[in-house]
């Protein structure tokens, strides 16, 4: 064929197929499905018992437990923004804000905290959230309360405890400003001075007054989040939270001794034992109670509370529950008298129960 003859076959071809029908317009994309809800909603469901399980409600986030000398009196974070540190009744089951009121106040301890620019602007407090606890226990009836704070400012926020006479209350006393980019989450204090921190997937840091920041050598291979500390100080509980294990860790000395167990659930909070025994160790696993893969779906997944031996580090599972509405995947525990209490980072209650026997 010559090339005439194919380029007006071609052109033929082109002709017809302009001449036919139009191509049909392409399907639209389908709408992504939305995400699934992240979070109880606070108010949404009654306050009313899960068979043992009962709760005292109208919290916003209440992620960490701090208990007080004399276990008469906790103080319950408030992670997410409009969230409140609470005061908690323990025997009557009441609660009540106190942090911050319209008559919190401020009184800033400049050589405890040298570098600390000033108390929190609580002009608007629903931008500041509360989230990892710890009572560091003083003389007498007072004590230190050390808060992790995100917001205005990344930053481990004090207060002196007044437990005196009635109902304790609050004195903001300093700060500790993390450094830029740092996502802090759990704190304890350390004997002798300053503390140590979890940050967000780079271990754990220790802070004191006269040396600033630093992070603890072999604590960077983990996704911390909470934190305990022997009585002496000499040793570290850190709870990885993405590897579902927790390591020990030692401090101030070379070289370092590091243990790490696997607990088969994603600890978030780790809990000392009021004396000392245990610590409880509380966390996620999937509404199957399988180990949590993504897609995750938070407001489905089961609460896990494990005691876990300081020493020896053999551990058990305590309590093992499904989401109930409200109280989702629980993120502390301890054991307060006959109950052990729970706190839920993604619920708007606390939910406490007979304790394991």
Same mark, same amino acid.
């Not at 809800?37 to 005292?56: M, R, W």
């Not at 989401?323 to 993604?346: C, K, Q, V």
């Given at each position: ?12 071809? *082109? ?22 809800? /992240?979070? %109880? ?17 109208? *919290? ?29 009744? +323990? ?15 401020? /009184? ?69 400003? %993390? ?35 630093? +992070? ?25 939270? %993405? ?16 243990? +790490?167990? /696997? ?8 809990? *000392? ?8 160790? %509380? ?36 309590? +093992? ?35 394991? /026997?």
């Amino acid at each position: 064929m010559t090339a005439a003859k194919l380029a007006a076959l071609g052109l033929g071809a *082109m002709m017809a197929a302009g001449c036919g029908a139009p191509a049909p317009e392409p399907e639209p994309a389908a709408d992504p499905a939305p995400a699934p809800p /992240q979070f %109880a909603v606070t108010g949404e469901h009654p306050c009313d018992p899960v068979g043992e399980v009962e709760f005292l409600c109208d *919290m916003v986030s209440p992620e960490d437990i701090a208990v007080l000398p004399g276990a008469e009196w906790a103080i319950v974070s408030g992670a997410r923004e409009g969230g409140r540190l609470q005061l908690v009744n +323990v025997s009557e089951k009441t609660s009540s804000v106190l942090f911050p009121t319209p008559e919190s106040e401020a /009184q800033l301890d400049a050589e405890a905290y040298p570098e600390c620019p000033g108390p929190l602007d609580l002009a608007n407090p629903d931008i500041s959230r509360l989230h990892g606890l710890y009572l560091d226990p003083g003389a007498d009836d007072t004590h230190t309360l050390l808060v992790v704070h995100h917001g205005p400012r990344e930053s481990i926020e004090f207060f002196e405890v007044d437990a005196a006479d009635g109902p304790p209350s609050l004195t903001w006393t300093g700060c500790a400003v %993390a450094p830029e980019g740092a996502t802090l989450n759990s704190v304890v204090a350390l004997p002798g001075g300053g503390f140590a921190t979890t940050n967000a997937g780079i271990g754990v840091w220790e802070w004191h007054a006269d040396s600033g920041w630093e +992070v603890l050598p072999e604590s960077e291979d983990t996704a911390a989040n909470g934190i305990e500390v022997s009585a002496d100080g000499e040793l570290l509980y850190i709870a990885g939270w %993405a590897e579902e294990k927790l390591t020990r860790l030692s401090r101030g000395v070379t070289p370092v001794r590091k243990d +790490v167990i /696997q607990l088969g659930f994603r600890p978030d909070n780790l809990r *000392m034992a009021l004396d000392g025994s245990v610590i409880y160790a %509380a966390g996620h696993t999937d509404k199957d109670g399988n180990s949590i893969t993504d897609p995750r779906e938070p407001t489905l997944e089961t609460s896990n509370v494990a005691e876990i031996d300081p020493e020896t580090l053999e551990f058990e599972r305590v309590f +093992v529950h499904p989401a109930m509405p409200g109280f989702i995947s629980s993120t502390t525990a301890i054991r307060i008298g006959d109950e052990l209490w729970l706190g839920s980072y993604r619920g708007d209650r606390l939910a406490y129960v007979p304790a394991p /026997q």
